[in-house]
């Protein structure tokens, strides 16, 4: 057993990118801070896979969204690493039994446009409801409402139209050279991580918080807690005295939803599709997969599973995702694709127990739950990672954020401490 190394003033649970940039801001204020992460790495649910192909892999998190305004893609560009910045587009979708001439894929692609924009004019914080019955009438409605499951992670059916408008809306989705989530560790190989530590319990009663791990226990002035909302929803950590009611709901109306990932590389003499291509494919009712081609300008393809789909091929168990996704690819190149394929590997993060899926939606009526969860508990027990951040939930540079939030709370708190 790794003995704990110090006596902090902060214990930061959880070593995601809400974690790593909270104890970096906290650390360059002179507090001392320890970051304790159950996983055996850092990056938490941004984590990049440098060994499965030739080319990196983000297993979670991989793209600087909203960029134009994503503080991550600023700091990108301060150090000189490249982005990439194709714009990704329909070329083939396939839609219940159809499969869509060029004409009709350029009506999905201004069908997916008009859906988000009534979406968001829809919006009403005093009447919340599904975003499935904000979803304007189309031949393509029920192929395209599952890209809000993609984004979200939640189903139309159960995801809420004033969480979705509250998100900031802004230009460019881009990649980062050598995979988002190397670019994370990279940004924070300064902050000392104790790894294969999980937090079992955190006791906030006293005038120090008492935080319970695998490793011993330690104690602190304050303890910021970083796990998803699926980890808070188990209850694989212990609280004393328990969460305040407020903060339960809050949970609940969060659910951890899910996005799983197949990664595809191909035989490099394979060029049927390049980067930015993007295809759909959409055989049945519940099952959808979004298949983006030449990552990195490479042969590695990625296909997208969320939601309610994503949950059932994870139970069907371990290659069930990557046969829809190999189906999809038959569909659009013919049965001899498979003979291009070189390697395949796929995600299963609603069975990761220290993640419980992949981000949070928010219930209709749940979007409020998201101040409610940031707020802090008697200036001792702090909360920050994406489902805290109404503009920026479900991101990486949101968790990113968050983590510069909680800092500049706990500084705040600890100076009205020595005010006296």
């Keep these: ?109 201004a069908y997916q446009e008009a859906m988000w924009t009534d979406i968001h004019a829809s919006a009403d914080p005093n009447a919340d409801r599904a975003i499935e019955a904000a979803l304007p009438g189309s031949p ?53 991580v104790q790894c294969g530590c999980s937090v079992t319990s955190i006791d906030y009663s006293g005038p120090r918080a008492s935080v319970e791990t695998t490793q011993g226990t330690v104690q602190a002035d304050q303890v910021v807690l970083t796990v998803s909302t699926g980890v808070l929803a188990a209850e694989a950590i212990r609280f004393d005295p328990g969460l305040p009611t407020e903060k339960l709901t809050a949970i609940d109306g969060l659910p951890n939803g899910l996005l799983n990932k197949v990664g595809i590389e191909f035989d490099p003499a394979w060029r049927e599709a390049i980067l930015g291509d993007c295809m759909d494919y959409h055989p049945t009712e519940a099952e959808f997969c979004t298949l983006q081609f030449g990552f990195y300008g490479s042969t590695l393809a990625v296909g997208f599973v969320g939601g309610r789909c994503a949950d059932q091929l994870e139970i069907d168990g371990a290659g069930a995702a990557t046969a829809l996704c190999r189906d999809a690819l038959r569909s659009f190149f013919g049965s001899d694709v498979d003979k291009r394929i070189l390697r395949t590997s796929e995600t299963a993060w609603r069975s990761n127990t220290l993640t419980v899926g992949s981000y949070s939606f928010a219930k209709p009526g749940g979007a409020g739950g998201r101040r409610v969860l940031a707020e802090p508990i008697e200036d001792r027990l702090f909360f920050a990672g994406e489902a805290t951040m109404p503009e920026s939930y479900s991101t990486v540079h949101g968790a990113y954020l968050s983590g510069q939030r909680v800092a500049r709370e706990i500084l705040e708190a600890r100076g009205r401490r020595a005010a006296g």
């Design 140 to 192: 393509w409605r029920e192929t395209a409402k599952h890209w809000v499951t993609m984004h979200l992670g939640g189903n139309a059916d159960a995801a809420s139209v004033v969480d979705s408008a509250t998100y900031a809306e802004a230009e460019g989705d881009w990649l980062v050279e050598g995979g988002l989530g190397a670019f994370i560790a990279q940004l924070h190989a300064d902050v000392p």
């Design 1 to 109: 057993m790794t003995k704990l190394p110090c006596t902090p003033d902060v214990i930061v649970v959880g070593a995601g990118a809400a974690g790593l940039s909270a104890a970096k801001s906290l650390r360059e204020a002179g507090v001392v801070a320890l970051v304790l992460e159950a996983a055996d790495h850092i990056g938490g649910r941004c984590v990049t896979d440098m060994t499965t192909f030739a080319t990196p892999f983000d297993r979670g998190g991989s793209w600087l969204h909203t960029a134009a305004i994503n503080p991550l893609a600023r700091r990108a560009e301060a150090l000189g690493i490249p982005l990439h910045k194709t714009e990704w587009d329909w070329r083939r979708v396939h839609a219940l039994g159809h499969d869509l001439s060029p004409s009709e894929v350029a009506a999905y692609r």
